[in-house]
Every structure is written in structure tokens, then in C-alpha cells.
T-cell receptor, first 116, second 112 residues
Framework: DSGVTQTPKHLITATGQRVTLRCSPR?????VYWYQQSLDQGLQFLIQ???????AKGNILERFSAQQFPDLHSELNLSSLELGDSALYFC???????????????FGPGTRLTVL | DQQVKQNSPSLSVQEGRISILNCDYT??????FLWYKKYPAEGPTFLIS?????DKNEDGRFTVFLNKSAKHLSLHIVPSQPGDSAVYFC???????????FGPGTRLSVLP
């Protein structure tokens, strides 16, 4: 158990809909990262938040948005869903200090999104 | 354009032997590299890392080698155990605290 929680575990929805994925980082971690893993693909970095502010952006579609709240939990919002958005979405967190979270990212179990 | 490549989608090794997983990258600005292990239905777990100032880092049965001139790194697992069977992801980043670029993964099967 990494200490990072993600809800829901599974989500099935229809094209055109909007969903929200939730992530609670490990206690004390300030950074939250979101990744997408499509079938047989590697992990695609979407976005990073640090203490409530956007820190880095990857290949995140305009239909997707995220935020990190004062209690440090984060939500990833996916709208106008398409079949190709079906994937595993992982959240990870890392501890503060030295601006170096790169070797200590702790991943949650993921949310499996299926768009029908 | 895949900046981090793991050209072997799968690898099978006998228990007790060495497992060697390879990773190549194209961006010469990458200076920090990591390996993650992932079991089914779980998130990736950090395994070992190496910065570009080193060419080797060892942690128990796991050793990562970095060849900067060849833009190549490898993960050695000795001896391999059945519990090592998982998907292994190589990842790279440029500057501390920046986002990672992950490879597509290699599925390792350690046969008893």
C-alpha cells in the first residue's frame, strides 16, 4: 500500500459524458501527478500540481483539467469523453524538499475508465 | 516521437539467473533515470534510480547501469525470483522535479 488513494476504482460511462477522478496523496506529500496508461502503452504524464499550484504540464488534452485543493487532494476532470479516453488513470504523489520528487513518486492503484 | 524506448515487450528468465532489461532514450538533456515495477491491478512501484553523474547504482539484487554516450540504461536483477515477474518501466526526466517520460514497459516472467 503506497498510501495514495484513488477513487473510484472503476468507472464506466458513455461518449460525450464528463467524469471526475479523485486522488488523495500520501500524508505530507505536496506534489500530485496524473498519468494516463492506455492499452499496451507506457505511462503518459498529464499534469503535476505542487501545493495547490500547477507545476508542469504534459500531454493533457484541452478536454481534461485538474486541480489540487487546499487539503492537497486532487481531481482530474475529463469531459466530452471519447472512446479513446478509455484507459487507466494513475495518480502519484511525492514528498517536498529539494524540488526533487523524481525518485520518490508513490503511485495509487489507478482508476480504470471505460467509455462506451 | 518516443523519447524513451524499451524495445523488448517481454522477457522470460529462469529463476536464479540474471534478468537484464534494457532502455534507450533519445533526449540528451535527460539527467535522471528511474525504474518502476508494476504488478497487475496495482500502481507502479519505484525500484531504483540513477543520475547522470553516475554510471552504476546498486540496491540489493537490483543494479542499474547508465551509458550516457550510448543513451542506454539497463536494469540487472540477480538472482531473479518468481516474485520479480511484473512489468518494468524505465522513466527519464530532465532536471529535478520535472515530469517523467516513461517507456512502454517490458513484461518480465521469471520461471521457476
Amino acid at each position: 500500500d503506497s498510501g495514495v488513494t484513488q477513487t473510484p476504482k472503476h468507472l464506466i460511462t458513455a461518449t460525450g459524458q464528463r467524469v471526475t477522478l479523485r486522488c488523495s496523496p500520501r500524508s505530507g506529500d505536496l506534489s500530485v501527478y496524473w498519468y494516463q496508461q492506455s492499452l499496451d502503452q507506457g505511462l503518459q504524464f498529464l499534469i503535476q500540481y505542487y501545493n495547490g499550484e500547477e507545476r508542469a504540464k504534459g500531454n493533457i488534452l484541452e478536454r481534461f483539467s485538474a486541480q489540487q485543493f487546499p487539503d492537497l487532494h486532487s481531481e482530474l476532470n475529463l469531459s466530452s469523453l471519447e472512446l479513446g479516453d478509455s484507459a487507466l488513470y494513475f495518480c502519484a504523489s511525492s514528498p517536498p524538499g529539494l524540488d526533487r520528487g523524481t525518485d520518490t513518486q508513490y503511485f495509487g492503484p489507478g482508476t480504470r475508465l471505460t467509455v462506451l | 516521437d518516443q523519447q524513451v524506448k524499451q524495445n523488448s515487450p517481454s522477457l522470460s528468465v529462469q529463476e536464479g539467473r540474471i534478468s537484464i532489461l534494457n532502455c534507450d532514450y533519445t533526449n540528451s538533456m535527460f539527467d535522471y533515470f528511474l525504474w518502476y515495477k508494476k504488478y497487475p491491478a496495482e500502481g507502479p512501484t519505484f525500484l531504483i534510480s540513477i543520475s547522470s553523474i553516475k554510471d552504476k547504482n546498486e540496491d540489493g539484487r537490483f543494479t542499474v547501469f547508465l551509458n550516457k554516450s550510448a543513451k542506454h540504461l539497463s536494469l540487472h536483477i540477480v538472482p531473479s525470483q518468481p516474485g520479480d515477474s511484473a512489468v518494468y518501466f524505465c522513466a527519464a526526466s530532465q532536471y529535478y522535479g520535472q515530469n517523467f517520460v516513461f517507456g512502454p514497459g517490458t513484461r518480465l516472467s521469471v520461471l521457476p
